[in-house]
């Protein structure tokens, strides 16, 4: 409040300035309490949250909190929430509810951010029913955590609120801690242009914007030198990287058409690098030459996640996904053809407006055809704003039961194709210490499929040759090979 004058005005100095500032208050709690304040980020929904908050735990430690084990026993607790269907709003409420008594008999603080909080209607809603709350903030502006934070310690404000309705700039270099020590996460870009007519997600993260190759690149060469070994390229649709440009790139002006599949040789370059994943593919976009990268480039896992959604060309019209039932077998077939081994994982979704007995059974048919090691599937949720929430929506009762017959149908044909490699021996990166299974580690094959396998904590972050004993469903057991 004293130096208002030596704030700095351009970022990330000015998140600097304000960690420094909210680290004071921290000194005076560990002072008077003895011990650090703790804090607890709340992950809800998709990679690009998980990453996010990555990067809000960082700043945090930076602040001077240290990481409780649970929710209930943080001093600060930070949801990063997810809208893409109504029951992650609901499970928000939940956990708000519960923490309500320990809000109101502590000094606990609560924060909610991410795609939620986006949408007017229910930062109101969050206003009027959980006026407790102590800070909200949206998509666009979460690398303000400190600053927003410091509003709140300071007392200048009980409640924070601040949501943009669009992005203002990228903010970089600002801390954060990775949840793995040799794999992680990269933003190749931000947003989506897409509009599928069911999605929030264009509405809450908004229009697409790729980051210049070479801070990709730079980013992968620091994290490779880290002893990193495994990189996720994400963004909603990776195969239009490249269409919209964050900031000025020497090697866009040198090759105009440099787009996904460049970027991803480029990445395989990167020495240290020995893994390359990337997610999620929009089928319309999923070129022959990405095909051909692939196909060249052993360091690119074997894994696509294809999104079909549905299998009925006039549902997927009615989605505007701009793809038909035919163009995305036809596609599988072409990947199939180069890329014999891989494995391909999908989202479908049952119930879109005015779906048919007939449109489902085209998707039955497609789930059948496709060869899926695993699919997410999902009961359409209407989505206010969306052009979908609008039309007529179908009984309850007709999309639980075609949801069940999907299940049943996915649970057979998955649990066959992940077998195929029973009794071979794969490459494992090793992940954690089995949770479930005292003495054994869990890790994934390129492939993505996941195996476990008796072994200690020291394999954590290596790749080991592992037999594939037997296959279980979705993941395999197997046994370390000397
Ligand atoms: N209802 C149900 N599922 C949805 N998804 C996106 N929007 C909705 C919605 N309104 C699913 C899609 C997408 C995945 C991340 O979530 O299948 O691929
Ligand atoms: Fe949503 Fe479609 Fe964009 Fe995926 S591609 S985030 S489903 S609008």
Partial sequence: MNDYINIPTT?????????????????????????????????????????????????????????????????????NTCTVRENANQKLYGHLGSLKKKKESSDMMIGICGCMMQQPDIVEHIKESFGFVDLVFGTFNFY??????????????????????????????????KKYSFKSGVNIMYGCNNFCT??????????????????????????????????????????????????ESEIIKANPSYSFPELLEDICKIEGIKRVRFMTSHPKDLSDKLIDVIARNPKVARHIHLPVQSGSTEVLCKMNRRYTKDDYL???????????DVSLTTDIMVGFPGETEEDFQDTMDVVRRAGYDQVFT?????????????????????????????????????????????????????????????GYVTGRMDNNILVHFEGGEDLIGQFVNVHLDKACGFYYMGTIKK
């Fill in 11 to 79: 970022e990330p100095a000015r998140q600097q300035y304000f960690m420094d500032r909210c680290h004071e208050y921290i000194e005076e709690i560990i002072s008077t309490k003895g011990k650090a304040p703790t804090f607890y980020v709340s992950t809800f929904g998709c990679q690009m949250n998980a990453r996010d908050s990555e990067k809000l735990t960082g700043i945090l430690e930076k602040i001077g909190y240290t990481e409780a084990s649970a929710e209930d026993k943080a001093d600060f607790v930070i949801y």
């Fill in 198 to 247: 069911y999605c929030i997600v264009p509405y809450v993260r908004g229009r697409e914007r790729s980051r210049a190759p070479e801070d990709i690149i730079a980013e992968v060469k620091c994290l490779a030198s880290e002893g990193f070994v495994e990189i996720m390229l994400l963004g909603q649709n990776v195969n239009s990287y490249g269409v919209n440009f964050l900031e």
């Fill in 378 to 438: 999902f009961i359409y949720s209407m989505r206010t704003g969306t052009p979908a929430a609008t039309w007529e929506q179908l009984p309850e009762d007709v999309v639980n039961e075609r949801f069940s017959r999907l299940l049943e149908l996915v649970r057979e044909t998955s649990a066959k194709v992940t077998a195929r490699f029973e009794g071979e021996t794969k490459e494992v990166l090793v992940e954690c210490v089995n949770d479930h299974m005292a």
């Fill in 330 to 340: 036809a596609l599988v077939e072409r990947i199939r053809a180069k890329l014999p």
């Fill in 144 to 177: 303000k955590l400190a600053e927003l934070l410091y509003m709140r310690l300071s007392g200048e404000k009980k409640q924070v609120i601040e949501v943009l309705a669009a992005p203002e700039e990228n903010v970089e270099h600002l801390p954060e801690h």
